[in-house]
């Protein structure tokens, strides 16, 4: 069975560094793209990037370049993201995703497996 | 970035409604587009891949469709279990967008 489990939620002083993580299992880890999603509260989803733990390749949207870490250690099946500096408005859920490949009528990615998500809360 | 322009951004239906979403991409994404539900509290769920495959187990009133830039998720009998937040997704070129969501409440 595929299962992503994100690490659990983290209270953090504005200016503090933080890194999450998202164990993968039931599959060959090094085979997929995983994906991090932003959720503030009460707002939509934000794609922040992914990673290819199989050589490490990380792309970001350019809303969250230089604003977070993508990282994974393909030898204990784990990626992570990670900030720096949090500010308050990093506040929010952050979940990770398989990205999967479909290469039946047209060639197309899409997430079908989420992490249960990791709260991250930003408050002096 | 391409960006998504999804509508409605709510409604209210009734059990047994027919509902239509749809996104826009600003420039062209083939069908690399996919359609995912969100229920309060919930991690997000894959509906439809590549505009029109419905992920297994999900209920046949799915449907999505659209190539291009225009793109339809479909429920042809809303059910009670089915209130909750719809999101698109393009993924084209590995930098991937959301829409910006559509919540569906009842009537």
């Known amino acids: 069975e595929v299962q992503l489990v994100q690490s659990g939620a983290e209270v953090k002083k504005p200016g503090e560094s933080l890194k999450i993580s998202c164990k993968g299992s039931?599959?060959?880890?090094?085979?997929?793209?995983i994906g991090w999603v932003r959720q503030m509260p009460g707002k939509g989803l934000e794609w922040m990037g992914i990673?290819?733990?199989?050589?490490?390749?990380?792309r970001y949207s350019p809303s969250f370049q230089g604003q977070v870490t993508i990282s994974a250690d393909k030898s204990i099946s784990t990626a992570y993201l990670q900030w720096s500096s949090l500010k308050a408005s990093d506040t929010a859920m952050y979940y990770c995703?398989?990205?999967?490949?479909?290469?039946?009528?047209?060639?197309?990615?899409?997430?079908?497996?989420w992490g249960q998500g990791t709260l991250v809360t930003v408050s002096s | 970035a391409i960006q998504m322009t999804q509508s409605p951004s709510s409604l209210s239906a009734s059990v047994g409604d027919r509902v239509t979403i749809t996104c826009r991409a600003s420039?062209?994404?083939?069908?690399?587009l996919g359609w995912y539900q969100q229920k309060p509290g919930k991690a997000p769920k894959l509906l439809i891949y590549?505009?029109?495959s419905l992920q297994s187990g999900v209920p046949s009133r799915f449907s999505g469709s659209g190539s291009g830039t225009d793109f339809t998720l479909t429920i042809s009998s809303l059910q009670p279990e089915d209130f909750a937040t719809y999101y698109c997704?393009?993924?084209?070129?590995?930098?991937?967008?959301f829409g910006q969501g559509t919540k569906v409440e009842i009537k």
């Open positions: 995703a398989r990205r999967q490949y479909s290469s039946g009528l047209g060639r197309s990615y899409y997430f079908d497996y």
């Open positions: 039931g599959y060959s880890f090094t085979s997929y793209w």
């Open positions: 990673i290819y733990p199989g050589d490490s390749d990380t």
């Open positions: 420039q062209g994404i083939r069908n690399d």
């Open positions: 590549a505009a029109s």
């Open positions: 997704l393009q993924d084209y070129n590995y930098l991937g967008t």
